[in-house]
Protein backbone atom coordinates (compact mmCIF):
# COMPACT_ATOMS: atom_id res chain seq x y z
CA UNK A 1 0.00 0.00 0.00
CA UNK A 2 1.16 3.53 -1.18
CA UNK A 3 -0.32 6.75 0.52
CA UNK A 4 0.81 8.97 -2.77
CA UNK A 5 -2.55 8.70 -4.64
CA UNK A 6 -4.82 7.44 -2.03
CA UNK A 7 -7.42 8.91 0.39
CA UNK A 8 -6.83 8.77 4.25
CA UNK A 9 -9.06 9.07 7.11
CA UNK A 10 -7.52 9.37 10.12
CA UNK A 11 -9.11 10.01 13.39
CA UNK A 12 -8.13 12.02 16.05
CA UNK A 13 -6.40 14.83 14.16
CA UNK A 14 -6.84 17.69 16.50
CA UNK A 15 -4.40 15.83 19.20
CA UNK A 16 -0.77 16.61 19.03
CA UNK A 17 -0.10 13.46 17.76
CA UNK A 18 -2.71 13.41 15.73
CA UNK A 19 -1.55 16.75 14.01
CA UNK A 20 2.45 15.30 13.45
CA UNK A 21 0.71 11.92 11.89
CA UNK A 22 -1.66 14.04 9.61
CA UNK A 23 1.56 16.14 8.40
CA UNK A 24 4.08 12.96 7.70
CA UNK A 25 1.11 11.51 5.58
CA UNK A 26 0.13 14.69 3.66
CA UNK A 27 4.26 15.03 3.34
CA UNK A 28 3.72 11.12 1.43
CA UNK A 29 1.09 12.41 -0.76
CA UNK A 30 -1.88 11.37 0.48
CA UNK A 31 -5.23 12.85 0.24
CA UNK A 32 -6.39 13.32 3.37
CA UNK A 33 -10.01 13.27 5.16
CA UNK A 34 -9.63 14.60 8.99
CA UNK A 35 -11.79 13.88 11.59
CA UNK A 36 -12.36 15.18 15.48
CA UNK A 37 -15.04 16.23 17.84
CA UNK A 38 -13.80 20.11 17.80
CA UNK A 39 -14.77 21.99 14.43
CA UNK A 40 -12.28 25.39 14.79
CA UNK A 41 -9.55 23.33 16.07
CA UNK A 42 -10.09 20.61 13.39
CA UNK A 43 -10.96 23.03 10.50
CA UNK A 44 -7.54 24.25 11.41
CA UNK A 45 -5.79 21.33 10.84
CA UNK A 46 -7.56 20.96 7.45
CA UNK A 47 -6.49 23.57 5.93
CA UNK A 48 -3.32 23.51 7.01
CA UNK A 49 -2.91 19.98 5.03
CA UNK A 50 -5.65 21.20 2.42
CA UNK A 51 -7.64 18.34 4.10
CA UNK A 52 -10.97 17.60 4.17
CA UNK A 53 -13.08 17.89 7.84
CA UNK A 54 -15.46 15.80 8.94
CA UNK A 55 -16.46 16.85 12.51
CA UNK A 56 -17.12 13.54 14.37
CA UNK A 57 -17.88 12.65 18.24
CA UNK A 58 -16.51 9.27 17.99
CA UNK A 59 -18.02 8.35 21.60
CA UNK A 60 -21.57 8.16 19.93
CA UNK A 61 -22.48 4.98 17.50
CA UNK A 62 -24.63 7.46 15.72
CA UNK A 63 -21.74 9.81 14.63
CA UNK A 64 -19.13 6.89 13.87
CA UNK A 65 -21.90 5.27 10.92
CA UNK A 66 -22.48 9.10 9.77
CA UNK A 67 -18.39 9.60 9.53
CA UNK A 68 -17.98 6.08 8.08
CA UNK A 69 -21.16 7.08 4.89
CA UNK A 70 -19.16 9.98 4.17
CA UNK A 71 -15.80 8.79 4.12
CA UNK A 72 -16.63 5.40 2.78
CA UNK A 73 -14.33 5.92 -0.47
CA UNK A 74 -11.14 6.07 1.56
CA UNK A 75 -8.29 3.78 0.98
CA UNK A 76 -6.73 3.91 4.58
CA UNK A 77 -7.89 4.09 7.68
CA UNK A 78 -5.42 5.57 10.54
CA UNK A 79 -7.65 5.25 13.50
CA UNK A 80 -5.89 7.63 16.09
CA UNK A 81 -8.21 8.83 18.11
CA UNK A 82 -8.27 8.07 22.11
CA UNK A 83 -9.36 9.48 25.71
CA UNK A 84 -6.34 8.87 28.54
CA UNK A 85 -8.54 7.40 30.93
CA UNK A 86 -5.90 6.64 33.06
CA UNK A 87 -6.70 6.79 37.43
CA UNK A 88 -8.52 4.89 39.60
CA UNK A 89 -11.27 3.25 37.74
CA UNK A 90 -13.15 4.13 41.20
CA UNK A 91 -13.07 7.81 40.25
CA UNK A 92 -14.98 7.85 37.20
CA UNK A 93 -18.56 7.78 37.01
CA UNK A 94 -20.21 4.94 34.88
CA UNK A 95 -20.88 7.77 31.72
CA UNK A 96 -16.99 8.33 31.60
CA UNK A 97 -16.25 4.96 31.88
CA UNK A 98 -18.66 4.27 28.89
CA UNK A 99 -17.08 7.36 26.73
CA UNK A 100 -14.00 6.01 27.26
CA UNK A 101 -14.88 2.19 26.07
CA UNK A 102 -16.67 3.91 22.95
CA UNK A 103 -13.90 6.15 21.62
CA UNK A 104 -10.98 3.78 22.69
CA UNK A 105 -12.28 0.84 21.25
CA UNK A 106 -15.69 0.60 19.89
CA UNK A 107 -14.96 3.18 17.22
CA UNK A 108 -12.17 1.92 15.93
CA UNK A 109 -14.05 -1.30 15.49
CA UNK A 110 -16.80 -0.04 13.90
CA UNK A 111 -15.45 2.02 11.81
CA UNK A 112 -12.68 -0.90 10.31
CA UNK A 113 -16.22 -2.67 10.06
CA UNK A 114 -18.30 -0.03 8.05
CA UNK A 115 -14.82 0.88 6.23
CA UNK A 116 -13.18 -2.78 5.14
CA UNK A 117 -15.92 -4.24 2.65
CA UNK A 118 -15.40 -1.49 0.10
CA UNK A 119 -11.90 -2.05 0.37
CA UNK A 120 -12.29 -5.64 -0.01
CA UNK A 121 -14.49 -5.61 -3.08
CA UNK A 122 -11.49 -3.16 -4.40
CA UNK A 123 -8.79 -5.64 -3.44
CA UNK A 124 -6.82 -2.61 -1.97
CA UNK A 125 -6.81 -0.70 1.38
CA UNK A 126 -5.40 -1.13 4.58
CA UNK A 127 -6.52 -0.50 8.19
CA UNK A 128 -3.95 0.57 10.75
CA UNK A 129 -4.75 1.24 14.55
CA UNK A 130 -2.63 3.56 16.74
CA UNK A 131 -2.28 1.56 19.85
CA UNK A 132 -0.02 1.46 22.92
CA UNK A 133 2.52 -0.29 24.78
CA UNK A 134 -0.14 -0.60 27.44
CA UNK A 135 -2.22 -3.02 25.54
CA UNK A 136 1.03 -5.57 26.40
CA UNK A 137 1.71 -4.18 29.56
CA UNK A 138 -0.73 -3.32 32.12
CA UNK A 139 0.40 -0.70 35.29
CA UNK A 140 -1.26 0.64 37.61
CA UNK A 141 -3.46 3.51 37.73
CA UNK A 142 -4.12 2.01 33.97
CA UNK A 143 -6.97 -0.55 34.31
CA UNK A 144 -9.43 1.43 31.42
CA UNK A 145 -6.82 2.59 28.88
CA UNK A 146 -5.16 -0.88 28.89
CA UNK A 147 -8.55 -2.46 29.07
CA UNK A 148 -9.27 -0.38 25.77
CA UNK A 149 -6.00 -1.41 24.30
CA UNK A 150 -5.92 -4.78 24.84
CA UNK A 151 -8.90 -4.97 23.08
CA UNK A 152 -7.86 -2.88 20.35
CA UNK A 153 -4.73 -5.26 20.30
CA UNK A 154 -7.01 -8.44 20.19
CA UNK A 155 -9.37 -7.07 17.71
CA UNK A 156 -6.50 -6.18 15.34
CA UNK A 157 -4.73 -9.16 15.16
CA UNK A 158 -7.60 -11.53 14.43
CA UNK A 159 -9.06 -8.69 11.45
CA UNK A 160 -5.79 -9.10 10.34
CA UNK A 161 -6.06 -13.12 9.84
CA UNK A 162 -9.77 -12.69 8.89
CA UNK A 163 -8.75 -10.44 5.72
CA UNK A 164 -5.66 -12.47 4.80
CA UNK A 165 -5.67 -12.95 1.16
CA UNK A 166 -8.34 -10.21 0.12
CA UNK A 167 -5.98 -7.25 -0.68
CA UNK A 168 -6.47 -5.32 2.42
CA UNK A 169 -3.84 -5.09 5.13
CA UNK A 170 -4.22 -4.61 9.18
CA UNK A 171 -1.36 -3.13 11.22
CA UNK A 172 -1.13 -1.94 14.80
CA UNK A 173 1.20 0.85 15.67
CA UNK A 174 1.72 0.69 19.81
CA UNK A 175 3.72 3.64 20.73
CA UNK A 176 6.02 3.98 24.73
CA UNK A 177 6.59 7.07 26.32
CA UNK A 178 6.27 9.97 23.19
CA UNK A 179 8.07 13.14 24.00
CA UNK A 180 6.66 16.67 22.64
CA UNK A 181 3.81 15.66 21.63
CA UNK A 182 0.42 13.38 22.36
CA UNK A 183 -1.21 12.03 25.74
CA UNK A 184 1.84 11.61 28.08
CA UNK A 185 3.86 15.02 26.90
CA UNK A 186 0.87 16.73 27.96
CA UNK A 187 0.91 15.44 31.52
CA UNK A 188 4.71 16.96 31.56
CA UNK A 189 5.41 13.82 33.97
CA UNK A 190 8.97 11.98 33.57
CA UNK A 191 9.43 8.60 32.31
CA UNK A 192 10.82 6.25 34.49
CA UNK A 193 14.07 5.78 35.76
CA UNK A 194 16.33 4.43 33.18
CA UNK A 195 13.05 4.42 30.33
CA UNK A 196 13.91 6.54 27.20
CA UNK A 197 11.18 8.01 24.97
CA UNK A 198 10.06 7.81 21.65
CA UNK A 199 9.97 10.99 19.68
CA UNK A 200 6.44 11.90 17.25
CA UNK A 201 8.33 11.14 14.20
CA UNK A 202 9.62 7.62 14.91
CA UNK A 203 5.70 6.89 15.45
CA UNK A 204 4.79 8.83 12.33
CA UNK A 205 7.49 6.21 10.88
CA UNK A 206 6.61 3.37 12.76
CA UNK A 207 2.86 4.14 11.09
CA UNK A 208 4.35 4.88 7.31
CA UNK A 209 6.43 1.70 7.78
CA UNK A 210 3.56 -0.27 8.64
CA UNK A 211 1.00 0.91 6.04
CA UNK A 212 3.68 0.45 2.99
CA UNK A 213 4.98 -2.93 4.53
CA UNK A 214 1.75 -4.16 5.41
CA UNK A 215 3.28 -4.82 8.77
CA UNK A 216 1.18 -7.05 11.44
CA UNK A 217 2.70 -4.96 14.85
CA UNK A 218 5.19 -2.37 15.30
CA UNK A 219 6.19 -1.36 18.67
CA UNK A 220 7.48 2.18 18.45
CA UNK A 221 9.42 2.11 21.82
CA UNK A 222 13.17 1.83 22.99
CA UNK A 223 14.99 -1.74 23.74
CA UNK A 224 14.23 -1.61 27.21
CA UNK A 225 10.02 -1.15 26.94
CA UNK A 226 10.07 -3.63 24.33
CA UNK A 227 11.69 -5.93 26.86
CA UNK A 228 9.29 -5.21 29.09
CA UNK A 229 6.36 -5.54 27.87
CA UNK A 230 7.36 -8.55 26.48
CA UNK A 231 7.98 -10.02 29.86
CA UNK A 232 4.36 -7.96 31.54
CA UNK A 233 2.73 -10.14 28.72
CA UNK A 234 3.69 -13.82 29.56
CA UNK A 235 4.74 -13.04 33.34
CA UNK A 236 2.62 -10.16 34.41
CA UNK A 237 3.34 -10.46 38.27
CA UNK A 238 7.23 -10.71 37.62
CA UNK A 239 6.77 -7.56 35.51
CA UNK A 240 4.40 -5.58 38.46
CA UNK A 241 7.03 -6.50 40.74
CA UNK A 242 10.22 -4.96 38.27
CA UNK A 243 7.64 -1.89 37.70
CA UNK A 244 7.44 -1.30 41.48
CA UNK A 245 11.42 -1.05 41.34
CA UNK A 246 11.69 0.93 38.50
CA UNK A 247 9.54 4.13 40.34
CA UNK A 248 6.90 3.26 37.59
CA UNK A 249 4.57 4.35 39.99
CA UNK A 250 5.62 7.96 40.62
CA UNK A 251 5.49 8.25 36.97
CA UNK A 252 1.91 7.19 36.60
CA UNK A 253 0.76 9.11 39.67
CA UNK A 254 1.91 12.11 38.04
CA UNK A 255 0.16 10.88 34.76
CA UNK A 256 -3.12 10.66 36.63
CA UNK A 257 -2.96 14.24 38.65
CA UNK A 258 -2.33 15.49 35.12
CA UNK A 259 -5.15 14.26 33.53
CA UNK A 260 -7.61 14.35 36.45
CA UNK A 261 -6.89 17.83 36.34
CA UNK A 262 -7.63 18.51 32.97
CA UNK A 263 -10.87 16.37 33.17
Do not use: W
Amino acid sequence: MRFDGSTVLLTGATGGLGTELAGALAGRGASLVLTGRRKDALQAVADRFAARAVVADLADPADVERLAEECGDVDVLVANAALPSSGDVLDYTPAQVERALAVNLHAPVLLARLLAPRMVRARRGHIAFVGSISGKAATRSSALYSATKFGLRGFALAFRQDLHGTGVGVSLVQPGFVRDAGMFAATGAKPPAGMRTVSPAQVCDGLVRAVERNLCEVNVAPAELKLLSAIAGQFPAFAERVQGRMGVERTLNDIVTAQRDAR
